[in-house]
């Protein structure tokens, strides 16, 4: 379901004019869609670039869906990685039919959150050896204050109606264009530049009576 | 101006501001200090959260579409380069061509005691073997051999000259000294 519609927009000009240059997924965009021909055709080497392309986008969205647990991205992470393996084993299959492949890989993986939501994996958090040198990592307290400000923001963008809430997702953290977000969800570029913009007013707005509530 | 509602109408010039912004977000470029408010910085702490330690995004630096060299064709180029090796190496020990580089080097050595140096690295290079000792000591030529044409009959001693020249001089002398002593009737 749409919340917002083009005929929404103030005067005749149409939303589609909205695009003052070439984003830069547009622009990287035919490259990944030739990664993706040449891995359909069998070619490794675009295989391996096309998932070296892929997973960083897959990691920060499955991270910004599922969030840490036991204060790790562990979780997240397998998801990521489970999601480049079904993208591996679906690339056989995978028709062009003049959608970006982003659409196709963020399909995929919404099915893998939904079903690592439904199972509310729990598992054992490895840690890391004890450090012989200096961490130059932040510190407690400025990782603390991080990840309470990253738990806000998911908050409020669980306060989201769903389709605003994945359009923000795959717009500013996969960093998807506004056409490739269209695709994934099944709306047209000029629908989500209206709905990001109304998505991020109801942002502000629950950020600033979450600030006036907290004083 | 912006409004909350989904049913208001918004203008163009809000919608490219968003635009732009989400673009700048995405990229993780710095937003401009007009729209840092509350949310956008909410979501800029959501961004450096899940940047955390996370794949970087970019470019791979291989090529794809250029022609890669496969294992197959790596393991047939080591295979060929390997027979090459293996056999240039058993014709060389089989035709005694590094061990029959010695005394080549050594005779000139020998003789011209004047660039007693310049030659030996490349010889070395050329026979393939690098010799533990650089003036290894060369066996005594037997009595009554005469000494090579080309050599010099009575080398100049020359203050670099090696023991190996002495060696060279040994037999003559040794001859010579019975010789004397059978004159003398000392030899016992």
Known sequence: ?215 | MTSAGDSEPVDLGSLRATDALFDRLATRLPEPPEDQDSAVLLLRSLLDDVDDAAPATGDPAVDPRKPRRTGVRTAVALGVASAVLATTGVAAAGGGWAERDEPRRAAPQSSSSAKPDRKKPKAEAEAHITPANPAPPRPARPPGRPAHPKASPTPKPAPEETSHSQVARTPEEIRKLIEQRLHDGTWR
């Open chain 1, 1 to 215: 379901m749409l919340y917002v519609t083009e005929a929404a927009i103030v005067g005749t000009e149409a939303v589609h004019v909205v695009v003052p240059r070439p984003s830069r997924s547009e622009e990287s965009e035919p490259d990944l869609r030739e990664l993706a021909t040449l891995a359909v055709q069998g070619d490794a080497g675009a295989t391996e670039v096309l998932i070296g392309r892929v997973r960083p986008m897959v990691v920060r969205y499955c991270r910004a869906r599922l969030g840490r647990v036991s204060g790790q991205y562990h979780a997240a992470d397998d998801v990521a990685q489970e999601v480049c393996i079904a993208v591996l084993s679906a690339l056989p299959r995978y028709r062009d039919m003049g959608r970006p492949f982003a659409s196709f890989v963020f399909g995929i993986a919404a099915h893998k959150i939904a079903d690592a939501l439904r199972s509310a994996i729990r598992t054992a958090v490895p840690t890391e050896d004890l450090p012989d040198g200096p961490d130059e990592r932040p510190g407690p307290e400025e990782t603390a204050i991080r990840y309470l400000e990253a738990e806000q923001a998911r908050d409020l963008l669980y306060r989201l109606p769903d389709q605003q809430r994945e359009l923000v997702l795959l717009r500013v953290v996969a960093g998807l264009s506004a056409e490739e977000t269209g695709n994934v969800l099944g709306m047209t570029a000029g629908a989500v530049r209206v709905a990001q913009h109304r998505a991020l007013a109801r942002l502000r707005a629950m950020a600033v009576a979450m600030e006036e509530s907290g004083r």
